[in-house]
C-alpha cells in the first residue's frame, strides 16, 4: 500500500440491530481525494469512521498505512488552554510561521492566540481544530460535520480552506458546503455503496438517471412478478379442482400425480419469484411530507429602523422590514450579530430596549423549533408529553415520514439514534397540529440531504408562514421569499 484505503469484505453490525450496517462492502479510496461521504441519518457514516479509527470491532480487512485522525476532539474544559497551546499540543514543534499561515487561510486574527480555547465562540473553536488537524502533514483528516457552529460567511471560508488541502474524507449534509471542494463522493445508500468521481451535484445527478432506471426495471421486475403469482394461484386451484372432482380409485391416483405436479409447478414459480424480488433495486423512497398549514389573518413583522440595544448601543444596523401571511422570511448575517436574540425578541421572550418602530403580531398556533441546547429532550421525554392516543400516531407518522424505521420507536432510550435521527424528533414535533406561522432557528443542523430536500418540497407545496435563521445557504435560497441580513452597527 502507498498510503490508500483499500477495504475488502467489511462487515459491521452493532449488537442491538437485526441487520448490519455494512455488508460484505469494497472500496478503494485514494489518499489525495477530497471525499465527500454522505447518506441518511443513521446509514452509518460516523460508524465507517469509528472502523478507520479501529474502534469498532468488524470483519473483513482494511489495508492501510495512514495515520487517521478525527475532527472534532476538543480539549478538557479544565485544561484552560490558550488558542496556541491547543494548536502546539499535537504539533509541539511547529513553527510560529505555519501556524499564522494557516491563521490567514482560514480568516482568523493572529491575536487569537493569545485567547483561552473555552471563551471563543463555537465557529473559532471549529476554525481552530481544523488548523490542528491540518499542521501534522502527515496525518489523514476524518472531518465529523464540520458546519454545525459556522455561520454562512464561515462555511464559505472553510470551504475555500478545504479546498486547498488535498486527502481527507469529510461528513456533512450542506450540499453548498460540500461542492465548494470534493471531488469524490461515497454515498451510502439504502443495499449499496456507491464511489463516484466529482461532487454533490455530479452525484445527484447520476444518482437520479440510475433511479429513473431502476424504476423502469423495478415496474418491470413487479409485473413479471404479478404474473408469476397469478401463474402460482391457478395452478394451485386447478389441482385442489382436480383433487376433488373425482370419487373413484384410479381417478384419485391420477389427481394425486396431477396434484403433485401442480406443488413442483408452484414451487419452481415461487423461486422465481424470489429471485425475481431479489433483483428489485434499491432506491431511496422518500415520503411526501405531511404539514398542516394556516395562514395568519394579518401582517406578523412590522420593523422600522429597528434594532436591539445592548449597553446603549444597537446590536445591529437598524433594520426595515415587513412580513406578511405566506411569506418566508430568513434573517442572516454573521454568528453573534444577534440574529438569535432578535428571534428570541419576536417571541416574547426577552423584554429587551429597542430603537424604532416595531409591531408583533403572533398568531395563536406557533411551530417553534429552537437552536437550543437539547440534551434533556429525546425521543422518549416528547412520547410522555403526547396524551392522547391520536397524538402519538400523528407523531410516529411524522417520524417515519422522516425515514426513522418503525422498529425504532419501540426503542425509548434512543441511545443509538444518530445526532440526525434526534434532531428528526424535533423536527416531526414542530410539525405536530395545524400551524400558523412557522419560527425555526437551525432546523438543517445534522439532517440529511434527502430530509432537507423532502422538507424543501414540503415548504413550496404548503406555503407556510415562516421566520428563520439556517446557514444551510441550498435551504435557505429554495424557499425564502424574504430575507435580511443583519450586520454589526458602527
Partial sequence: ????????????????????????????????????????????????????????????????????????????????????????????????????????????????????????????????????????????????????????????????YLNNKRGFIVISHDEAFLNQFVDHVLAINKESIDLISGNIDTWKYEKENADMFSEENNAKLKAEIKRLNDVSSRVKSWGNKRENSTKDAA????????????????????????????????????????????????????????????????????????????????????????????????????????????????PEHLSILSQKKQEDLDYSSFIKRLTTKEEKEEFWHLLYQLGIQRSSFSDKSSENWSYGEQKKVFLANALLGKNELFIWDEVTNYLDIMIINQLIDAIKKYQPTMIGVDHNEYYVNAIANKKIELTPFF
Avoid at 406443488?263 to 429471485?275: D, S
Fill in 1 to 160: 500500500m502507498t498510503g490508500n484505503i483499500l477495504i475488502k469484505n467489511l462487515t459491521f453490525k452493532y449488537l442491538s440491530m437485526l441487520q448490519p450496517i455494512f455488508n460484505n462492502v469494497n472500496i478503494n479510496i485514494n489518499e489525495n481525494w477530497k471525499l465527500g461521504l454522505v447518506g441518511r441519518n443513521g446509514r452509518g457514516k460516523t460508524t465507517f469512521l469509528k472502523i478507520l479509527l479501529n474502534k469498532l470491532e468488524y470483519e473483513g480487512t482494511i489495508d492501510s498505512t495512514l495515520d487517521y485522525k478525527y475532527f472534532p476532539v476538543y480539549p478538557n474544559s479544565d485544561e484552560d488552554l490558550t488558542a496556541l497551546e491547543v494548536l502546539q499540543k499535537q504539533n509541539p514543534y511547529i513553527d510560529s510561521w505555519q501556524i499564522e499561515r494557516e491563521l490567514t487561510y482560514i480568516d482568523l486574527p493572529h491575536d487569537i492566540l493569545d485567547k483561552k480555547f473555552n471563551v471563543l465562540s463555537g465557529g473559532e473553536q471549529t476554525k481552530l481544530l481544523l488548523i490542528e488537524l491540518f499542521l501534522n502533514e502527515n496525518a489523514f483528516p476524518l472531518i465529523d460535520e464540520p458546519t454545525n457552529n459556522l455561520d454562512l460567511h464561515g462555511r464559505k471560508i472553510v470551504g475555500r
Fill in 251 to 362: 381417478g384419485r391416483r391420477l389427481a394425486a400425480k396431477q396434484m403433485k405436479r401442480a406443488k413442483a409447478i408452484k414451487k419452481r414459480t415461487e423461486e422465481m419469484i424470489e429471485k425475481k424480488e431479489s433483483l428489485i433495486h434499491n432506491i431511496e423512497n422518500v415520503s411526501e411530507l405531511k404539514m398542516i398549514v394556516e395562514q395568519p389573518r394579518r401582517q406578523v413583522l412590522f420593523f422600522r429602523d429597528f434594532s436591539i440595544l445592548r449597553d446603549g448601543m444597537p446590536l445591529f444596523a437598524p433594520i426595515t422590514i415587513d412580513v406578511y401571511p405566506s411569506d418566508r422570511f430568513f434573517i442572516e448575517g454573521k454568528n453573534g450579530v444577534g440574529k438569535s436574540t432578535l428571534l428570541n425578541f419576536i417571541l416574547g421572550r426577552e423584554q429587551l430596549e429597542t430603537i424604532g418602530e416595531y409591531r408583533i403580531n403572533l
